[in-house]
Every structure is written in structure tokens, then in C-alpha cells.
Nanobody, 120 residues
Framework: QVQLVESGGGLVQPGGSLRLSCEASLSIFSFSSTGWYRQAPGKEREFVALITGSGSTNYADTVKGRFTISADNAKNTVVSLQMNSLKPEDTAVYYC?????????????WGQGTQVTVSS
């Protein structure tokens, strides 16, 4: 059973930074991709960023240039999301996601979420 545990959320002022971490119960290189989604109150969950097992990254347009996803090379069970220049519209619950694609079928695993609030 895959388990994902997020940490690092909190309250930050606009323009500030936060770093989220996601620790998986197995190597992130076991997954097709590991990434982050977020869900604001009253809105659907949306994609934020991902990193593939080969190290390729992809970002939502809304966070491109401000957020950076990375894999911890020393600890291959951790993926981090560095969030800079935060805006109030970044306020949401952030969820870690891991995907495994096997024989043409996709399996998604989710963490419990961590709250990020951007407010003055």
C-alpha cells in the first residue's frame, strides 16, 4: 500500500515563501510521476506540478516561474515543492499525488493534504 505524507504548510504573507514536502512509503522512482494538486474552498482540485521518474517536470501556468518541484537525491522517498512569491489565490489544501501506470491503467495515490494560507 502506497502512503504519502505531506508537511510544511502554514500561514504566510503575500510575496512570501513556503516549502512543502511529501514523503512516500517507497522510492519515488517507483512511480510514473509524483506531484502536487491543490483544492481551494468551493473549487475543484487542480494540478500544480509534477516530476517524473526520469526527472522531467511540468507546471500549471498559474505557478510557472514561482514554484519549483524537486526530488531529494539523498532521500529518494521525498519530493518537495518550493513556493515563492505566494499570492492569496494560492491559498488551498495541497495534496501530494503519486501515479503508477501499469498495463495501460493509471493508479493514483493521495496524501491527506496540508493547508497553505496566503494572507496579510
Amino acid at each position: 500500500q502506497v502512503q504519502l505524507v505531506e508537511s510544511g504548510g502554514g500561514l504566510v504573507q503575500p510575496g512570501g515563501s513556503l516549502r512543502l514536502s511529501c514523503e512516500a512509503s517507497l522510492s519515488i522512482f517507483s512511480f510514473s510521476s509524483t506531484g502536487w494538486y491543490r483544492q481551494a474552498p468551493g473549487k475543484e482540485r487542480e494540478f500544480v506540478a509534477l516530476i517524473t521518474g526520469s526527472g522531467s517536470t511540468n507546471y500549471a501556468d498559474t505557478v510557472k516561474g514561482r514554484f519549483t518541484i524537486s526530488a531529494d537525491n539523498a532521500k529518494n522517498t521525498v519530493v518537495s515543492l518550493q513556493m515563492n512569491s505566494l499570492k492569496p489565490e494560492d491559498t488551498a489544501v495541497y495534496y501530494c499525488n503519486a501515479q503508477i501506470v501499469f498495463i495501460g491503467r493509471r493508479y493514483d495515490y493521495w496524501g491527506q493534504g496540508t493547508q497553505v494560507t496566503v494572507s496579510s
